[in-house]
Protein backbone atom coordinates (compact mmCIF):
# COMPACT_ATOMS: atom_id res chain seq x y z
CA UNK A 1 0.00 0.00 0.00
CA UNK A 2 0.97 3.59 -0.23
CA UNK A 3 1.99 5.16 3.20
CA UNK A 4 3.56 8.32 5.08
CA UNK A 5 6.93 7.46 6.32
CA UNK A 6 9.01 9.45 8.65
CA UNK A 7 13.38 9.11 7.89
CA UNK A 8 14.62 12.05 9.55
CA UNK A 9 13.96 15.35 11.32
CA UNK A 10 12.12 17.11 8.74
CA UNK A 11 12.01 14.46 6.17
CA UNK A 12 8.01 12.56 5.39
CA UNK A 13 8.27 10.53 2.13
CA UNK A 14 5.03 8.99 0.56
CA UNK A 15 5.37 5.59 -0.87
CA UNK A 16 5.21 1.70 -0.90
CA UNK A 17 5.11 -0.09 2.42
CA UNK A 18 3.75 -3.46 3.11
CA UNK A 19 0.18 -3.81 3.55
CA UNK A 20 -1.20 -4.49 7.32
CA UNK A 21 -2.37 -7.93 8.06
CA UNK A 22 -4.00 -9.53 10.91
CA UNK A 23 -1.85 -10.57 13.16
CA UNK A 24 -4.57 -11.54 15.80
CA UNK A 25 -7.89 -13.20 15.83
CA UNK A 26 -9.28 -9.62 17.46
CA UNK A 27 -7.50 -7.36 15.07
CA UNK A 28 -9.27 -5.32 11.80
CA UNK A 29 -8.14 -3.89 8.81
CA UNK A 30 -9.43 -0.23 8.09
CA UNK A 31 -9.35 1.06 4.85
CA UNK A 32 -8.93 4.72 5.60
CA UNK A 33 -11.19 7.48 3.90
CA UNK A 34 -9.74 10.15 5.85
CA UNK A 35 -6.78 10.81 7.92
CA UNK A 36 -4.55 13.46 9.43
CA UNK A 37 -1.59 14.85 10.97
CA UNK A 38 -1.89 15.54 14.45
CA UNK A 39 0.64 18.16 16.46
CA UNK A 40 2.07 15.90 18.26
CA UNK A 41 3.74 14.48 14.93
CA UNK A 42 5.75 17.26 14.63
CA UNK A 43 7.67 16.88 17.63
CA UNK A 44 9.34 13.79 15.46
CA UNK A 45 9.41 15.79 12.46
CA UNK A 46 11.14 17.98 14.34
CA UNK A 47 13.90 16.11 15.76
CA UNK A 48 12.38 16.37 19.02
CA UNK A 49 11.28 12.63 19.56
CA UNK A 50 13.15 9.04 18.95
CA UNK A 51 12.74 8.73 15.20
CA UNK A 52 12.69 5.02 13.72
CA UNK A 53 13.64 5.38 10.01
CA UNK A 54 11.20 4.16 7.24
CA UNK A 55 8.32 3.70 9.74
CA UNK A 56 5.18 4.67 9.31
CA UNK A 57 3.36 7.60 11.04
CA UNK A 58 -0.16 9.18 11.54
CA UNK A 59 -2.61 7.73 14.07
CA UNK A 60 -5.79 9.32 13.30
CA UNK A 61 -8.22 7.68 10.59
CA UNK A 62 -11.84 6.90 9.80
CA UNK A 63 -12.59 4.79 7.43
CA UNK A 64 -14.13 1.27 6.31
CA UNK A 65 -13.53 -2.49 7.64
CA UNK A 66 -12.08 -4.21 5.44
CA UNK A 67 -10.98 -7.46 6.94
CA UNK A 68 -11.66 -8.88 10.42
CA UNK A 69 -10.46 -11.50 12.22
CA UNK A 70 -12.29 -14.19 13.92
CA UNK A 71 -12.37 -13.15 17.09
CA UNK A 72 -14.15 -10.07 15.93
CA UNK A 73 -17.86 -10.05 16.61
CA UNK A 74 -19.10 -6.35 16.60
CA UNK A 75 -17.62 -5.74 13.15
CA UNK A 76 -17.99 -6.50 9.57
CA UNK A 77 -16.21 -5.78 6.33
CA UNK A 78 -18.28 -3.06 5.04
CA UNK A 79 -18.61 -1.07 8.26
CA UNK A 80 -17.80 2.49 8.74
CA UNK A 81 -16.13 3.23 12.01
CA UNK A 82 -14.25 6.11 13.64
CA UNK A 83 -10.35 4.21 14.53
CA UNK A 84 -9.59 5.52 18.43
CA UNK A 85 -5.69 6.44 18.13
CA UNK A 86 -5.33 4.07 21.38
CA UNK A 87 -7.20 0.78 21.38
CA UNK A 88 -7.94 -1.26 23.85
CA UNK A 89 -10.19 -4.42 25.28
CA UNK A 90 -12.29 -2.09 26.85
CA UNK A 91 -12.93 -4.62 29.31
CA UNK A 92 -9.72 -5.12 30.97
CA UNK A 93 -9.52 -3.54 34.69
CA UNK A 94 -8.56 0.00 33.57
CA UNK A 95 -10.59 0.25 30.89
CA UNK A 96 -13.16 -0.90 33.59
CA UNK A 97 -11.87 2.49 35.28
CA UNK A 98 -12.63 4.93 32.45
CA UNK A 99 -8.38 4.79 31.75
CA UNK A 100 -8.95 2.81 28.18
CA UNK A 101 -5.44 4.38 27.25
CA UNK A 102 -3.63 2.49 29.72
CA UNK A 103 -5.44 -0.80 28.83
CA UNK A 104 -3.55 -4.25 29.36
CA UNK A 105 -3.63 -5.09 25.27
CA UNK A 106 -3.19 -1.49 24.20
CA UNK A 107 -2.30 -0.75 21.30
CA UNK A 108 -1.62 2.47 18.42
CA UNK A 109 -2.97 3.06 14.78
CA UNK A 110 0.64 3.30 13.13
CA UNK A 111 -0.29 4.20 9.62
CA UNK A 112 -3.35 6.40 9.40
CA UNK A 113 -1.49 8.59 7.02
CA UNK A 114 -1.82 5.41 4.53
CA UNK A 115 -4.45 3.82 2.40
CA UNK A 116 -4.88 1.05 5.08
CA UNK A 117 -4.62 0.99 9.17
CA UNK A 118 -4.60 -2.27 11.63
CA UNK A 119 -6.67 -2.10 14.34
CA UNK A 120 -5.69 -3.97 17.54
CA UNK A 121 -8.78 -5.01 19.96
CA UNK A 122 -11.23 -4.23 17.15
CA UNK A 123 -14.18 -5.21 19.33
CA UNK A 124 -13.15 -2.90 22.23
CA UNK A 125 -12.25 -0.59 20.07
CA UNK A 126 -14.02 0.51 17.06
CA UNK A 127 -17.18 2.52 17.16
CA UNK A 128 -19.69 2.65 14.07
CA UNK A 129 -21.34 5.13 12.61
CA UNK A 130 -24.80 4.58 11.01
CA UNK A 131 -24.24 3.77 7.60
CA UNK A 132 -21.45 5.64 5.25
CA UNK A 133 -21.79 8.99 6.71
CA UNK A 134 -21.99 12.55 4.35
CA UNK A 135 -18.88 13.97 3.72
CA UNK A 136 -19.68 16.93 5.21
CA UNK A 137 -19.58 14.78 8.22
CA UNK A 138 -16.15 13.06 7.53
CA UNK A 139 -13.77 16.26 9.49
CA UNK A 140 -15.52 16.02 12.56
CA UNK A 141 -16.01 12.74 12.67
CA UNK A 142 -12.38 12.18 12.17
CA UNK A 143 -11.81 14.90 15.01
CA UNK A 144 -12.79 12.04 16.93
CA UNK A 145 -10.39 9.43 16.33
CA UNK A 146 -8.11 12.09 18.56
CA UNK A 147 -8.36 15.32 18.53
CA UNK A 148 -11.79 16.38 20.36
CA UNK A 149 -11.75 13.29 22.87
CA UNK A 150 -8.37 15.14 23.90
CA UNK A 151 -9.53 18.21 24.28
CA UNK A 152 -12.23 16.48 25.90
CA UNK A 153 -10.38 14.62 28.38
CA UNK A 154 -8.40 17.82 29.81
CA UNK A 155 -11.80 19.33 30.45
CA UNK A 156 -12.99 16.44 32.29
CA UNK A 157 -9.68 15.90 34.31
CA UNK A 158 -9.79 19.54 35.08
CA UNK A 159 -12.96 19.48 36.61
CA UNK A 160 -14.85 21.76 34.33
CA UNK A 161 -18.34 22.34 35.51
CA UNK A 162 -21.44 24.18 34.42
CA UNK A 163 -20.58 28.02 35.27
CA UNK A 164 -17.49 27.98 36.19
CA UNK A 165 -14.50 29.86 34.81
CA UNK A 166 -11.98 27.82 31.99
CA UNK A 167 -8.66 28.71 30.78
CA UNK A 168 -7.75 26.80 27.59
CA UNK A 169 -3.55 27.02 27.48
CA UNK A 170 -2.54 26.29 23.65
CA UNK A 171 -4.59 27.39 20.62
CA UNK A 172 -3.85 23.93 18.46
CA UNK A 173 -6.36 21.85 17.26
CA UNK A 174 -6.46 20.34 20.89
CA UNK A 175 -6.51 23.95 22.69
CA UNK A 176 -9.51 24.13 20.34
CA UNK A 177 -10.97 21.29 20.76
CA UNK A 178 -10.89 21.88 25.00
CA UNK A 179 -12.38 25.00 24.08
CA UNK A 180 -15.35 23.99 22.58
CA UNK A 181 -15.29 20.90 25.44
CA UNK A 182 -15.78 23.61 27.92
CA UNK A 183 -18.70 25.75 26.36
CA UNK A 184 -20.41 21.93 25.46
CA UNK A 185 -19.97 21.62 29.78
CA UNK A 186 -21.73 24.70 30.78
CA UNK A 187 -18.51 26.53 31.59
CA UNK A 188 -19.52 30.62 31.75
CA UNK A 189 -15.98 31.82 30.83
CA UNK A 190 -14.08 30.38 28.62
CA UNK A 191 -10.79 32.17 28.04
CA UNK A 192 -8.60 30.98 24.91
CA UNK A 193 -5.03 31.94 25.73
CA UNK A 194 -4.24 32.51 21.63
CA UNK A 195 -2.18 35.30 19.62
CA UNK A 196 -3.13 34.33 16.01
CA UNK A 197 -6.64 35.52 14.49
CA UNK A 198 -7.12 32.05 12.62
CA UNK A 199 -7.76 30.37 15.67
CA UNK A 200 -8.82 32.75 18.35
CA UNK A 201 -11.93 33.25 15.39
CA UNK A 202 -12.36 29.58 15.41
CA UNK A 203 -12.20 29.52 19.29
CA UNK A 204 -14.64 32.48 19.33
CA UNK A 205 -17.01 30.43 17.32
CA UNK A 206 -16.34 27.30 19.92
CA UNK A 207 -17.69 29.35 22.64
CA UNK A 208 -14.11 31.16 24.03
CA UNK A 209 -15.98 34.27 25.64
CA UNK A 210 -12.52 36.23 26.00
CA UNK A 211 -9.33 36.11 23.82
CA UNK A 212 -5.68 36.35 25.84
CA UNK A 213 -3.13 37.09 23.60
CA UNK A 214 -0.45 38.07 25.67
CA UNK A 215 1.97 35.41 27.23
CA UNK A 216 4.00 34.51 30.75
CA UNK A 217 3.16 37.33 33.29
CA UNK A 218 1.34 39.51 31.02
CA UNK A 219 -0.76 36.66 30.06
CA UNK A 220 -1.42 35.49 33.35
CA UNK A 221 -2.31 39.03 34.55
CA UNK A 222 -4.56 39.85 32.17
CA UNK A 223 -6.58 36.30 32.84
CA UNK A 224 -6.42 37.52 36.30
CA UNK A 225 -7.95 41.07 35.39
CA UNK A 226 -10.87 38.72 33.84
CA UNK A 227 -11.31 37.16 36.36
CA UNK A 228 -11.55 39.83 39.40
CA UNK A 229 -7.90 38.59 40.38
CA UNK A 230 -9.03 35.02 41.58
CA UNK A 231 -7.79 32.99 38.89
CA UNK A 232 -9.40 30.25 36.86
CA UNK A 233 -11.43 27.26 38.41
CA UNK A 234 -9.95 24.86 35.41
CA UNK A 235 -7.18 24.74 33.59
CA UNK A 236 -6.54 23.17 30.05
CA UNK A 237 -2.90 22.61 29.42
CA UNK A 238 -2.83 21.76 25.67
CA UNK A 239 0.55 21.84 24.45
CA UNK A 240 3.11 19.83 26.60
CA UNK A 241 6.31 22.55 26.98
CA UNK A 242 7.35 23.59 30.24
CA UNK A 243 6.57 27.31 29.59
CA UNK A 244 2.80 26.46 28.91
CA UNK A 245 2.86 24.21 31.89
CA UNK A 246 4.26 27.50 34.06
CA UNK A 247 1.23 29.42 32.80
CA UNK A 248 -1.44 27.11 33.27
CA UNK A 249 -0.20 27.07 37.32
CA UNK A 250 -0.01 30.60 37.00
CA UNK A 251 -3.59 31.62 36.20
CA UNK A 252 -5.55 28.66 37.95
CA UNK A 253 -6.83 29.77 41.57
CA UNK A 254 -5.90 28.00 44.76
CA UNK A 255 -8.01 24.92 44.72
CA UNK A 256 -8.21 24.49 40.75
CA UNK A 257 -6.86 21.70 38.66
CA UNK A 258 -5.05 21.79 35.51
CA UNK A 259 -6.00 19.18 33.13
CA UNK A 260 -2.50 18.38 31.15
CA UNK A 261 -3.37 16.34 27.70
CA UNK A 262 0.11 18.16 26.10
CA UNK A 263 2.68 15.52 25.38
CA UNK A 264 5.17 16.53 27.81
CA UNK A 265 8.79 18.07 26.95
CA UNK A 266 11.18 19.24 28.84
CA UNK A 267 8.19 19.86 31.13
CA UNK A 268 9.80 20.87 35.37
CA UNK A 269 6.23 21.05 37.30
CA UNK A 270 6.02 23.84 40.08
CA UNK A 271 5.52 21.44 43.09
CA UNK A 272 5.76 24.11 46.02
CA UNK A 273 3.27 26.43 44.40
CA UNK A 274 0.92 23.25 44.12
CA UNK A 275 1.42 22.40 47.39
CA UNK A 276 1.39 26.25 48.60
CA UNK A 277 -2.01 26.49 46.32
CA UNK A 278 -3.39 23.42 46.79
CA UNK A 279 -3.48 23.09 42.59
CA UNK A 280 -3.95 19.45 41.46
CA UNK A 281 -2.48 17.99 37.90
CA UNK A 282 -4.55 14.90 36.44
CA UNK A 283 -4.76 14.35 32.61
CA UNK A 284 -2.64 12.37 30.32
CA UNK A 285 -2.79 10.52 27.42
CA UNK A 286 -6.45 10.66 26.40
CA UNK A 287 -8.63 7.16 26.76
CA UNK A 288 -10.76 7.72 23.29
CA UNK A 289 -13.18 4.85 23.70
CA UNK A 290 -14.38 6.33 27.02
CA UNK A 291 -15.87 9.27 25.52
CA UNK A 292 -16.81 8.08 21.88
CA UNK A 293 -20.12 7.72 21.89
CA UNK A 294 -21.06 10.89 23.81
CA UNK A 295 -18.98 12.43 21.32
CA UNK A 296 -20.49 11.03 18.40
CA UNK A 297 -24.09 11.75 19.31
CA UNK A 298 -22.76 15.37 19.73
CA UNK A 299 -21.63 15.15 16.77
CA UNK A 300 -24.58 13.99 14.97
CA UNK A 301 -26.76 15.47 16.51
CA UNK A 302 -25.04 18.70 14.96
CA UNK A 303 -24.54 20.28 18.19
CA UNK A 304 -20.79 20.10 18.22
CA UNK A 305 -18.58 20.24 14.90
CA UNK A 306 -14.55 19.82 15.80
CA UNK A 307 -14.06 19.16 12.15
CA UNK A 308 -13.67 23.22 12.16
CA UNK A 309 -9.99 22.80 13.47
CA UNK A 310 -8.96 21.15 9.79
CA UNK A 311 -8.59 24.28 7.81
CA UNK A 312 -6.32 22.49 5.08
CA UNK A 313 -6.97 19.59 3.36
CA UNK A 314 -4.20 17.58 0.78
CA UNK A 315 -3.99 14.88 -0.98
CA UNK A 316 -2.01 12.00 0.43
CA UNK A 317 0.65 12.44 -2.18
CA UNK A 318 1.21 15.68 -0.33
CA UNK A 319 1.36 14.81 3.03
CA UNK A 320 4.93 16.73 3.62
CA UNK A 321 3.29 19.36 2.11
CA UNK A 322 0.83 19.60 5.08
CA UNK A 323 3.66 18.48 7.52
CA UNK A 324 5.32 21.78 6.42
CA UNK A 325 2.38 24.27 6.69
CA UNK A 326 1.98 22.92 10.31
CA UNK A 327 5.47 23.60 10.93
CA UNK A 328 5.55 26.83 10.19
CA UNK A 329 1.83 27.66 11.62
CA UNK A 330 0.24 28.23 8.47
CA UNK A 331 -2.09 25.57 9.17
CA UNK A 332 -4.18 24.50 12.28
CA UNK A 333 -4.62 20.82 11.54
CA UNK A 334 -4.68 18.98 8.17
CA UNK A 335 -6.85 16.42 6.67
CA UNK A 336 -5.23 14.32 4.06
CA UNK A 337 -7.63 12.36 1.71
CA UNK A 338 -6.54 9.41 -0.12
Not at 44 to 62: D, K, L, M, Q, W
Not at 145 to 152: A, F, I, K, L
Not at 231 to 239: K, N, P, Q, R
Not at 295 to 316: A, H, K, M, N, S
Request: include cysteine; hydrophobic fraction near 45%.
Amino acid sequence: MLATTIHGTRDIRFGDVADPTLEAPTDAIVKVTAGCICGSDLWPYRGESPITAGATIGHECVGVVEEVGSDVSSFKAGDFVVVPFDHCDNTCAHCRAGVQSACVNLGMTSSGQGEYARVAQADGSLVATHGVPDASMIPSLLALSDVMPTGWHAAVSAGVREGGTVVVVGDGAVGLCGVLAAATMGAEKVIAMSRHEPRQQIATSFGATHIVAERGKEGAAAVKEITGGVGADAVLECVGTDQSMGTAFAVARPGATVGFVGVPHGVELPVRRMFQKNVGLAGGMAPVRRYLPELLELVTQGRIDPGLVFDLTLPLAQVAEGYTAMDERRAIKVLLEP
